[in-house]
């Protein structure tokens, strides 16, 4: 028999019982839809992901940690400090810059300094403060001003967007730009800014040991400007500041007691005038003697990542591409489609029982029919195929069927989950894709379990002994 | 030339013919719960080509046995059988399924038509199987039918049809792959006298015309028409003309 003849008779054969082919079809129809569904939603969701990814430029970026132990990006920008670690000091910075394929190199610098943020009376408390280089290398969500820039000098800031909310500008983050909140140190802060007296001129004989420099004791207050405000879960830190002005609140100062020549007044004849020990202030860069947190290079293209990575290494620092983080990530997507499409699977599966029942119904009708069919000389496995080819075409249509209805479903989602994405100032459109690989394997895959739901109805029709199927009442 | 005339030919130059059906030995049984049926009990005999045969015999003798195994629909137990050249005692299934759409064309009491296909797709249904191209398949079934006398039937279904008509589209069926040989497995029996007689003309007809006819039949106004008749009783066959 040929192919098209099998078309023509197994499409004859569905549309005599057309209540039963349909309600076959339509079981497989809610499998294949559900499938349709449940797997345009985590290819959507992954498809988001990976353009963030990319938009983000996260796959074009090493990050470099003091840590050599480091494998992968997020701890590796998380930073870190140890007394056995090469810290990375501006030659490291140097260094990485040199590597082939870095195009930029973003420092990161993790702060403590600050305390608490006020606005208009409000005082919050802070955890970290962080900055970097305002170098386009590392971005973060902008969702009102602009972010910080080279230019900025001290006295500017992000913050994010849920200290924001706090101080009553939900809804209205524009309102607080260009305005100036305070910011205040923990106590002993003796970084830039701090009010650091000299030490008290000691009488009589002072221990040059013990010089008893100058402390601040009280918490240093200053007066930013907001320039921008960023989005919460974008942020690792609520304030960013200018990466100058971090250096300045890691910088040490203190007065230190100048050198003096010592005389020993018991061996005066006279009377004896001892110099006053004089004190000097002496900052001490700390951010150039301990390093940076980590550094973000950037590279020219994602594909070289890995191999920027393990040249950094070789500058005896840690390093990590995102690529190893981001597959993990997508391994989330990919357990989360394996479940969901389970599910689908589940449905495919009693769809696949009442495939079997129809046909089995089916053979039954038409045993007479098979032992003509044989007697006019039609073989065991024409038969077999015959009915094998029914089963499946039940299967194609529920899944064409299947398809079109998940399309039409996923184009609604389209348009909830469109909304929900502009109201959170992402620009995303039409996230939930039915690309063309998964329609096919839809409509791929409910053909092939009609086929295999068709396998034991067809080889109990072709194992039919024509004699009896022509006696059959 | 018809086969039969050839044959004639072939008897007045003295030559002897070589049988289209020989059975030798033949037997089949059928376990039916503990008992054992003798279906054919060492059953031998010769068909000629162009010969007409009544097989008669009570119900359950092995009449419709015997014609199933010379179809090769059924298999014999033992002894030999050769149609047309062909040895079915140790043919594959798929080498029979062949054999039946080139050799034999089959009728049956209950006409056994497809109910949703027309008389035309009826009569395609063997052409199908024999992976004729479709133009082809519509000539000659078409050829066929007009055959029958229903060349104005073409696209009526087996229930637009009589009882006769469906026979004749059965009929048509039977000729559509040229078999040499037709088995009728009571062609009339569900037929009143007068279509039973018009399908026996058709039939005899066909057999003029050299096609090996053999049919299955309890009636004896039908067994009377034909060249020869054999009983089968209790498995045994008796030749009683």
Redesign the interface.
């Known amino acids: 028999m040929k192919l098209f003849d099998y078309i023509r008779l197994a499409f004859r054969n569905i549309r005599r019982q057309k209540l039963r082919s349909a309600l076959t079809i339509f079981a497989v129809v809610i499998g294949a839809t559900s499938v349709t569904i449940m797997l345009s939603l985590v290819t959507g969701a992954k498809g988001f992901f990976k353009s963030q990814v990319e938009s983000s430029g996260l796959l074009e970026q090493v990050a470099v940690s003091p840590k050599q132990d480091i494998t992968d990006f997020n701890s590796a920008n998380n930073g870190g400090q140890c007394d056995s670690c090469t810290k990375l000091t501006d030659a490291i910075v140097e260094k990485v810059k040199a590597v082939p394929h870095v195009i930029g190199v973003a420092r990161q610098v993790q702060d403590g300094s600050l305390e608490a943020i006020t606005y208009n009376g409000k005082k919050l408390s802070l955890q970290r403060t962080t900055a970097y280089d305002a170098n386009g290398i590392i971005t973060r969500n902008i969702l009102a001003g602009r972010d910080l820039a080279e230019a900025d000098k001290d006295g500017v800031i992000t913050i994010t967007s849920d200290y924001a909310d706090k101080f009553g500008f939900k809804g209205n983050y524009a309102g607080l730009i260009g305005k100036d909140v305070t910011l205040s140190t923990r106590g002993f802060y003796n970084g830039v800014g701090a009010d650091i007296q000299p030490p008290v001129q000691c009488q009589g004989a002072c221990d040059n040991n013990n010089n008893n420099p100058g402390q601040n004791q009280k918490a240093t207050v200053f007066t930013a400007k907001v320039v921008g405000i960023t989005d919460t879960n974008d942020s690792d830190a609520t304030v960013r500041v200018p990466i100058d002005w971090a250096r300045g609140f890691q910088t040490m100062r203190m007065y230190q007691q100048d050198k003096v020549t010592q005389v020993d007044c018991s061996k005066a004849r006279g009377p004896c005038n001892p110099p006053q020990p004089t004190f000097s202030l002496v900052t001490t860069d700390q951010l150039a003697i301990n390093g940076y947190a980590s550094l973000i290079a950037k590279v020219d293209n994602s594909k070289n990542a890995a191999g920027v990575s393990t040249e950094i290494k070789k500058l005896g620092v840690g390093a990590a591409d995102a690529s190893a983080s981001i597959n993990q990530q997508l391994t989330v997507f990919n357990i989360l489609g394996l479940v969901l499409g389970g599910i689908g699977g589940i449905a495919m599966a009693v769809a696949a029982i009442g495939v079997v029942n129809t046909m089995i119904m089916a053979i039954l009708e038409r045993t007479r029919e098979i032992g003509v069919m044989r007697a006019v000389g039609a073989k065991r496995s024409t038969v077999r195929s015959l009915f094998t080819f029914e089963a499946s075409m039940l299967g194609f249509w529920g899944g064409v069927f299947g398809v079109a209805i998940g399309f039409g479903l996923t184009r609604v989602a389209n348009i909830f989950v469109n909304k929900q994405l502009a109201s959170q100032g992402l620009k995303a459109h039409d996230i939930i894709g039915l690309p063309v690989w998964l329609i096919l394997a839809v409509v791929g895959i409910s053909t092939l379990i009609g086929l295999l739901a068709g396998l034991y109805p067809a080889s109990r029709a072709a194992k039919l002994d024509p004699v009896e199927a022509l006696r059959y009442e | 030339m018809h086969v039969v005339n050839k044959m004639h030919m072939l008897k007045l130059k003295g030559l002897q013919v070589e049988p289209i059906i020989e059975l030798k030995n033949v037997t089949k049984t059928y376990k039916l719960g503990d008992e054992t049926l003798k279906a054919l009990d060492s059953v031998s005999f010769k068909v000629s080509p162009g010969d007409f045969i009544a097989i008669t015999g009570p119900s359950g003798s092995g009449k419709s046995t015997l014609a199933?195994i010379i179809?090769g629909?059924?298999h014999p137990d033992g002894g030999s059988v050769i149609v047309d050249g062909n040895e079915l005692m140790h043919t594959r299934?798929?080498k029979l399924?062949?054999y039946?759409?080139?050799h034999i064309g089959?009728v049956?009491q209950s006409f056994?038509l497809?109910g949703?296909n027309t008389a035309l797709e009826n009569v395609m249904?063997?052409l199908?199987?024999?992976?004729m191209k479709?133009k082809d398949r519509k000539a000659r079934a078409k050829e066929c039918l007009e055959a029958v006398g229903l060349g104005d039937r073409l696209k009526h279904k087996p229930t637009q049809l009589s009882g006769g008509q469906r026979q004749r589209v059965a009929i048509a069926?039977a000729l559509s792959?040229k078999p040499k040989i037709i088995i009728a497995d009571e062609p009339t029996g569900n037929l009143d006298s007068a279509k039973g007689e018009e399908i026996m003309t058709l039939l005899k007809g066909l057999n003029k015309d050299g096609i090996t006819l053999l049919i299955i039949t309890h009636d004896m106004n039908v067994a009377r028409q034909a060249k020869r008749v054999v009983e089968i009783r209790d498995g045994k066959i008796t030749e009683r003309r």
Request: charged share 25%; hydrophobic share 30%.
């Open positions: 199933n179809g629909l059924d299934d798929n399924s062949s039946r759409n080139e089959f049956f056994n497809q949703n249904l063997p199908v199987f024999a992976r479709n069926r792959g």
